[in-house]
């Protein structure tokens, strides 16, 4: 069974740009969740998507969003790019939504320039 | 609030032998679960072990084993017969299950990185 995909494994991008990760559970979970790992703040939680809405976010600002799509991927977009918004970026899945285990992807490493 | 707290920043353990990892967390909440997460430097996050709190019996994974303590709000995790592919870190994490509490997400200790020498 395949895990929790993510693309791109890097990114860079200069200051105020925009940057799009994308995420695939896996097969048979609804519920998508994304986290921050950066350094020196540890790992922190963004969003939760779960049949395609938005269900909790994080305390982070509204230039964070994504989406969830009908097969259940997921993209984060993260607009006007700051130096600080460089992390790990980290997408889990889970099989019965928010009281379930969460399994994670690689990640995506954001590098902003 | 709830918030998970590693004490131990680095550890080190030779090779076969046992080590413990610590973990403090605190909450209200009486429905919750707990989780060690271990990250090594490949950064792919795994699951190690998953405790439910409701659950008085300590889970165990192979050479991975809990002493959870409920009262005292402790979560260890011990590595017997530690392998060098156990190198990594550790993070410790909660979960809230309580329907209309914040939902979703994980709350993650600052972590553990363990070394296994040869």
């Known amino acids: 069974e395949a895990g929790v995909t993510q693309s791109p494994t890097h990114l860079i991008k200069t200051r105020g740009q925009q940057a799009t990760l994308r995420c695939s559970p896996i097969s048979g979970h609804t519920s998508v969740y994304w986290y921050q790992q950066a350094l020196g703040l540890g790992l922190q939680f963004l969003l939760w998507?779960?049949?395609?809405?938005?269900?909790n976010r994080g305390n982070f600002p509204p230039r964070f969003s994504g989406r969830q799509f009908p097969n259940y991927s997921s993209e984060l977009n993260v607009n006007a790019l700051e130096l600080e918004d460089s992390a790990l970026y980290l997408c889990?899945?889970?099989?019965?939504?928010?009281?379930?285990?969460?399994?994670f992807g690689p990640g995506t490493r954001l590098t902003v320039l | 609030a709830q918030t998970v707290t590693q004490s131990q920043p680095e550890m080190s353990v030779q090779e076969a032998e046992t080590v413990t990892l610590s973990c403090t967390y605190d909450t209200s909440e009486n429905n919750y679960y707990l989780f060690w997460y271990k990250q090594p430097p490949s950064r792919q996050m795994i699951l190690v072990i998953r405790q439910e709190a409701y659950k008085q019996q300590n889970a165990t994974e192979n050479r991975f084993s809990v002493n959870f303590q409920k009262a005292a709000k402790s979560f260890s995790l011990k590595i017997s017969d530690s392998q060098l592919g156990d190198t990594a870190m550790y993070f410790c994490?909660?979960?809230?299950?309580?329907?209309?509490?914040?939902?979703?997400?994980?709350?993650f200790g600052k972590g553990t990185k363990l070394s296994v020498k040869p």
């Open positions: 994490a909660f979960m809230n299950r309580r329907y209309g509490g914040s939902q979703g997400n994980l709350i």
């Open positions: 998507y779960d049949e395609g809405e938005e269900r």
């Open positions: 889990a899945s889970s099989l019965e939504g928010w009281s379930d285990t969460q399994y």
